[in-house]
């Protein structure tokens, strides 16, 4: 049941979101659109009420509740910059909103770019982190909890493997490319070319 409510708010997320902003844009009821976006997190409210009873009725704790702690975690970290994303695109598209602007390829402007985007996985880790914490507690000492700890120790991965990509674009920047004499593209200074963007 835990997997299948999982789907279930996926589906749902998506489905509000096109929904919102189809009403927002296309068909100019921007009221109900920003009501139908507000709604997004209530998936995550029903998600999380449902795991909870599911614990507390004798439940063994497994990687489905793990899974529910991750969504969870996941949507509130990255749930917001999703929207936006899409918000933008919609807008250009239908409301003559401005293109969508790109993530910057170089230098200090990138290595921000990254830590911004590593700061939201790493909130939708701690987060993850917390509520697995949370079930580790509310299980205690007299059942197991194996598959919620290895949830917990994937998350921290996620937040070191941010961290290790965020480092190296500042440590190693990517500078970009000049013309040089002949119309051959020369680096400008050093660390140019040795990573690329995502």
């Known amino acids: ?31 109900t659109g920003l009501v139908l976006l ?8 029903v998600l999380f009420a449902v ?10 704790p497994d990687w489905r509740h793990g899974l529910a702690a991750v969504y969870i ?33 170089y230098g200090t402007a990138r290595a921000v770019h990254e830590w911004k985007v590593a700061a939201r996985w790493i909130l939708a880790s701690a987060v993850a982190l917390a509520l697995l914490q949370g079930a580790v507690w509310y299980v205690g ?9 290895a949830w917990q120790q994937r998350m921290l991965w996620v937040i070191g493997v941010n961290v290790v990509v965020a480092v190296s674009y500042t440590l190693f920047p990517r500078r970009e490319r000049e013309r040089g004499a002949g119309g051959n593209s020369v680096d400008s200074g050093p660390g140019a070319g040795t990573s690329s963007p995502r």
Request: glycine share 14%; with cysteine.
């Open 141 to 149: 000492g007299s059942g197991d909890t194996g598959s919620l700890r």
């Open 51 to 60: 795991t909870a009873i599911d614990l507390r009725n004798g439940a063994v």
């Open 73 to 105: 975690g996941f949507t509130v970290g990255l749930g917001h910059s999703t929207i936006k994303w899409a918000d933008a695109r919609v807008a250009h598209r239908f409301a003559g909103g401005p293109p969508p602007v790109g993530p910057p390829r």
């Open 1 to 31: 049941m835990i997997v299948g409510l999982v789907i279930a708010c996926e589906v749902a997320f998506w489905v509000l979101l096109a929904a919102g902003l189809a009403f927002r844009y296309v068909l100019r009821m921007p009221r």
């Open 38 to 45: 507000l709604c997004e997190p209530l998936l995550e409210v």
